[in-house]
């Protein structure tokens, strides 16, 4: 049996259909939700300035049956998700996740991803929108198992 834990949603601007900030108490990250109505406020937050992993999820009108996701990493979350809402048409939400003490780099990011694209691969429930799969980066035995620790909280959180 999974051990219990307390998620804390925090609702910046007052409603519950709009921009969450999420966290869990002892987990180094934090996670902010919103809907793509939101961008332009979300994106003045400043845990998108920092190195993360994000998903963009939605529906395609040729996977309807299916949600469509977008799994993707960068240094700086929001410039890449500024790319998104230029050229991905298909999402209404997105979920980045961070490290709310900017202990997340490049490798573990990528590795998030790959991992990300990974789970929701063999899960099959979804229709991934993601060009190639990410290959497997090198990280250190400590790194990795850190790593697998902030995936493990991520899962958690996700619905």
Same mark, same amino acid.
């Given at each position: 049996? #999974? *051990?219990?834990? &307390?998620?804390?949603?925090?609702?910046? @601007?007052? *409603?519950?259909?709009?921009?969450?900030?999420?966290?869990? /108490?002892?987990?180094?990250?934090?996670?902010?939700?919103?809907?793509? &109505?939101?961008?332009? $406020?979300?994106?003045?937050?400043? =845990?998108?300035?920092? &190195?993360?992993?994000?998903?963009?999820?939605?529906? /395609? =009108?040729?996977?309807?049956?299916?949600?469509?996701?977008?799994?993707?990493?960068?240094?700086?979350?929001?410039?890449?998700?500024?790319? +998104?809402?230029? @050229?991905?048409?298909?999402?209404?939400?997105?979920?980045?996740?961070?490290?709310?003490?900017?202990?997340?780099?490049?490798? +573990?990011?990528?590795?998030?991803?790959? #991992? !990300?694209?990974?789970? #929701?691969? $063999?899960?099959?429930?979804? +229709? !991934? @929108?993601?060009?190639?799969?990410?290959? =497997?980066? #090198?990280?250190?035995?400590? $790194?990795?198992? @850190?790593?697998?620790?902030?995936?493990? =909280?991520?899962?958690?959180?996700?619905?």
């Amino acid at each position: 049996m #999974a *051990d219990p834990f &307390t998620i804390r949603i925090f609702v910046p @601007d007052g *409603d519950p259909e709009g921009v969450r900030v999420i966290d869990r /108490m002892n987990w180094t990250g934090v996670g902010v939700a919103f809907p793509r &109505t939101k961008w332009s $406020e979300v994106r003045q937050r400043p =845990e998108l300035q920092r &190195t993360g992993v994000y998903i963009l999820r939605g529906y /395609m =009108e040729e996977y309807a049956n299916l949600p469509t996701l977008y799994i993707g990493q960068a240094d700086s979350v929001r410039n890449r998700i500024e790319n +998104h809402v230029q @050229d991905k048409d298909f999402w209404n939400w997105g979920i980045v996740f961070v490290s709310a003490s900017g202990g997340l780099n490049r490798a +573990h990011v990528t590795w998030l991803e790959y #991992a !990300l694209v990974k789970r #929701a691969s $063999e899960v099959n429930q979804c +229709h !991934l @929108d993601n060009g190639n799969a990410p290959q =497997e980066p #090198a990280l250190t035995e400590a $790194e990795k198992a @850190d790593t697998q620790g902030f995936l493990k =909280e991520i899962l958690q959180i996700l619905p």
